[in-house]
């Protein structure tokens, strides 16, 4: 089993920026599998980010060119920046990561194998 904290969540003004972090432990796992989702009240939880088996990102339209997701040297940890934050950006921002890297990249939830438990983010106008 593999375990994810994420931090870095907050409160931000409309362009603003902020990091998001997810620390792994537990089980061994290839980093490659690893993304984000987000989950705003009253809607579907939503792909954001993630790597391709081939270690490069893969983003949603909404935030392609505004969010880059990233890893530590020591690979345990996964970062997603996030610049130009919108209002509509604002929800609980999730760590995920699927066993398979079959498909090349995923931004299907039901992939998704582990996950963290959240960190709110939330943009003011």
């Known amino acids: 089993q593999v375990q994810f904290v994420e931090s870095g969540g907050g409160q931000v003004q409309a362009g603003g920026s902020l990091r998001l972090s997810c620390a792994a432990s537990?089980?061994?796992?290839?980093?490659?599998?690893t993304g984000w989702f987000r989950q705003a009240p009253g809607k579907e939880r939503e792909f954001v980010a993630s790597f391709t088996r081939y270690g490069l990102g893969y983003y949603a339209d909404s935030v392609k060119g505004r969010f880059t997701i990233s890893r530590s040297n020591g690979k345990d940890t996964v970062y997603l920046q996030m610049n130009s934050l919108k209002p509509e950006d604002a929800a609980l921002y999730y760590c995920a990561a699927r066993r398979s890297l079959t498909p090349v990249s995923s931004a299907r939830w039901s992939d998704y194998d582990y996950w963290g438990q959240g960190t709110q983010v939330t943009v003011s106008s």
């Open positions: 537990g089980r061994t796992f290839d980093w490659r599998g």
